[in-house]
């Protein structure tokens, strides 16, 4: 779905955002962007299957 961890935290703060059109929705008050840290998984795999 996504290529590194920046996007994959682009697109969770997408997701879990309110939808205008959808009143049972919630906002979320978290920005997960401001926890990333560039170097925060450096040399790790995510699902990596062999």
Not at 21 to 40: P, T, V
Request: net charge positive; charged share 25%.
């Amino acid at each position: 779905m996504t290529r590194n961890l920046t996007d994959a935290t682009i697109m969770l703060n997408t997701l879990v955002a309110k939808d205008k059109s959808d009143s049972a929705s919630i906002d979320s008050k978290i920005d997960y962007l401001s926890h990333l840290k560039i170097s925060g998984l450096k040399g790790k795999h995510i699902g990596i299957v062999p």
